[in-house]
């Protein structure tokens, strides 16, 4: 039987125990609530007498039915709809038996959803509420639940308690985190199977004073844990710990420095070591990692010049080939605000890059990129050392190359099949027969597509230009409709970096796809993105070779939408009005780019390595734990560009290819890591050094 099977066969014993106390009957009751809730009410107060009616029932058997997989997601249906009374209702049912409703699988999910749910009813008028002075309020129902955590806070962070914490602390803080911090991945991912889009999130408001107080309790109680240096790398303690974080950091009072000092103390992050190449324990373990970069993402800018100083100065090398402690590096890169701080960084980190590239730690050369870009520096050196790695560099004539070797993320050699164990002779002449074939990129790598994107925005991106410009027609469509691919022609129409003359050869080196391009699902997405920012020559170009294929265009699913936005319709009935509208629209953009730029549209940046500094999307979205753990408690958007610890997921994106481990240097320092899949990483990469 498959560990799968196993693991829905206990889920089914567990349904069946919980299932032995329930009559059949009250289980078919919920289930026909279930399909009342499909259907659409009448009117508001039909909806009211049945809410009314199923709460009035779940007073009886509300605490047995939520330990059930399928009553409890209709429960927490039901609270979606619920209204103060009701939350109090069911707050005072839960309050019985406080924990089993935090330790419980399927009961912790209903007791979560509610505790959402009270930030709004605080906020009801008083008179809306429907409280009676013999009931308890919701305030105190809630204080209820978090004097028993504070009382009881060993027991309650384990697997599901975690997640009930961490929506207490924010709900004292009067704050919100993102979803992602709240629910596990396998839960959101469930919620989104069963198209639930109840929000689980609640908007900011002005705590009482009481919640300060307990806030202030709750917390102090878990940072005077008697393990805490190891709870900070549990998958249960530690997101509880960034929540503690990131709810001060809000607030923005001066408890969340605080509470910064506290945990790189107890954490010993700033513990100098003899030896300069062991890392903090902290920072190589694949759940206390994603504190540091909390740390580093919330810290003031002394602090962040501080951590730099202590922990990262002079061993960026060591957290760049670490197979977890690169992600760290990438937090700190992604968050350098000193254009020398960086230079410095830049400098210590030029040299690995062919290493990274053969580690498959790509995210650190990208992040390089970024903040080449962000910062206006080391752009120019940046994209000599990428050539470096490509082995493009010299003779000039390789340098055009680095476009489809970046977009496949092969070297030279192994793009044009080039046997590297050759005497140089040999290789010579294998090489100038290899070029007369020139190979066809057929396919792009996920990693390629963004670094070249970011090499796109530089300041003086001449060599990534002439590369696309140097491709085919065929590989051009290629690089359109590939799903990587078609953003690096977004960003080669939109960057202000680029001239208008190299937007004019593209549109022309184009001509003949055009119509391929527009019936692909990722192609016709590409050509309306350069349809926006394409001169009414362009556009009379393209919709010249639509217009030649007009009845295909418009039966085609994905054609049909290019055929009505590029007006093909009118460019061959009514040509002179087509041009007047179109250069009208070319017009509006151009004026709405000077207000937004605050000077003339597209206005090239000049002066050596001076690179645009301009408001961009930053690919990295999100600030929060991801945990590859099934149904434990994760937060999640911290790693950028879908890019994942778990390395399968790296090789699913596709690994670099041909590249070595230069330095011998390197090489004694990654046989001695701990981690063993990094030692099989290097392995594979690892070949002989040439001879210079």
Not at 139 to 161: G, H, P, R, W
Not at 460 to 478: C, F, M, Q, W
Request: proline share 3%; glycine share 6%; charged share 30%.
């Amino acid at each position: 039987m498959s560990k799968f099977k196993r693991k829905k066969g206990r889920e089914n014993e567990h349904d069946g125990k919980k299932a032995d106390r329930i009559p059949d009957e009250v289980i078919n009751y919920y289930k026909r609530v279930s399909e009342t809730l499909d259907e659409e009410f009448y009117s508001s107060e039909d909806k009211d007498i049945f809410l009314n009616n199923v709460f009035g029932q779940l007073k009886e058997d509300g605490l047995k039915v939520c330990h059930l997989a399928s009553t409890s997601r209709i429960f927490e249906r039901l609270i979606g709809l619920s209204e103060a009374s009701h939350i109090r209702t069911l707050l005072q049912i839960f309050k019985e038996n406080w924990s089993d409703m935090l330790t419980d699988r399927f009961a912790s999910h209903v007791l979560q959803n509610t505790l959402t749910q009270v930030p709004r009813c605080l906020q009801t008028k008083p008179e809306d509420r429907e409280d009676t002075e013999e009931d308890p309020s919701i305030e105190d129902l809630f204080l209820d639940l978090c004097c028993y955590i504070k009382d009881n806070l060993t027991n309650c962070v384990d697997v599901y308690s975690s997640h009930i914490v961490r929506v207490i602390l924010q709900i004292l803080a009067g704050v919100t985190v993102d979803e992602q911090v709240i629910r596990s991945r396998l839960s959101r991912n469930q919620r989104k199977d069963n198209q639930q889009n109840m929000s689980t999130n609640f908007e900011k408001f002005d705590p009482p004073e009481l919640f300060q107080k307990m806030l202030k309790k709750i917390t102090k109680g878990i940072f005077q844990m008697d393990d805490l240096q190891d709870c900070l790398c549990s998958p249960t303690i530690s997101p509880v710990v960034q929540t503690i974080l990131l709810v001060h950091h809000q607030k923005s009072d001066d408890k969340g420095e605080k509470y910064l000092y506290k945990v790189m103390k107890t954490s010993g992050l700033c513990l100098q070591t003899e030896d300069d190449s062991s890392l903090p324990q902290i920072a190589t373990n694949e759940i206390g990692s994603f504190l540091v970069e909390q740390i580093l993402n919330l810290g003031s800018e002394e602090i962040y010049r501080d951590i730099y100083k202590t922990v990262f100065k002079g061993k960026l090398i060591h957290y760049a080939l670490h197979p977890v402690g690169n992600f760290i590096l990438q937090k700190l890169l992604s968050n350098v605000k000193e254009k020398e701080l960086f230079e410095e960084m830049f400098e210590e980190l030029s040299i690995l890059i062919e290493d990274l590239l053969a580690l498959n730690h790509l995210g650190v050369v990208t992040r390089m990129a970024e903040t080449c870009l962000r910062l206006g520096c080391r752009q120019e050196k940046l994209v000599r050392c990428i050539m470096g790695a490509f082995h493009c560099v010299d003779p000039v004539e390789r340098q055009t190359k680095l476009s489809p070797l970046l977009l496949s993320l092969s070297t030279y050699e192994v793009y044009f099949n080039i046997d590297e164990d050759a005497d140089d002779t040999e290789k010579a002449v294998k090489t100038e027969e290899k070029e007369k074939i020139v190979p066809v990129l057929k396919k792009i790598n996920y990693h390629g597509s963004v670094l070249m994107q970011n090499l796109l925005r530089f300041g003086n991106p001449k060599v990534v230009v002439s590369g696309i410009l140097d491709l085919t027609p065929a590989e051009l469509r290629t690089l359109a409709c590939d799903p990587c691919g078609s953003h690096v022609i977004d960003v080669f129409c939109q960057s202000p970096s680029m001239g208008e003359k190299s937007r004019e050869l593209l549109f022309k080196r184009m001509k003949g796809i055009y119509m391929d391009v527009a019936c692909d699902k990722n192609g016709s997405r590409t050509l309306d993105n350069m349809w926006k920012c394409a001169t009414l020559s362009q556009k009379l170009l393209v919709a010249e070779e639509l217009g030649r294929n007009e009845a295909k265009l418009q039966g085609d699913r994905f054609g049909f939408y290019v055929h009505k936005n590029c007006g093909i319709f009118h460019y061959k009935h009514r040509l002179q009005e087509w041009k007047e509208v179109q250069g009208q629209s070319q017009k509006k953009r151009k004026l709405f780019s000077e207000i937004i730029n605050d000077g003339p549209a597209g206005k090239k940046t000049k002066g050596k390595d001076k690179g645009w500094k301009g408001t961009q999307d930053s690919p990295t979205e999100g600030n929060y734990l991801q945990l590859d753990m099934g149904d434990e408690p994760s937060f999640s958007g911290g790693i950028p560009h879908g890019q994942s610890r778990s390395k399968e997921m790296h090789k699913s994106k596709g690994s670099g290819k041909g590249y070595q481990i230069k330095d011998e240097g390197m090489q004694n320092l990654l046989s001695k890591m701990s981690d063993t899949s990094g030692e099989k990483t290097f392995t594979k990469y690892k070949k002989k050094k040439k001879l210079k």
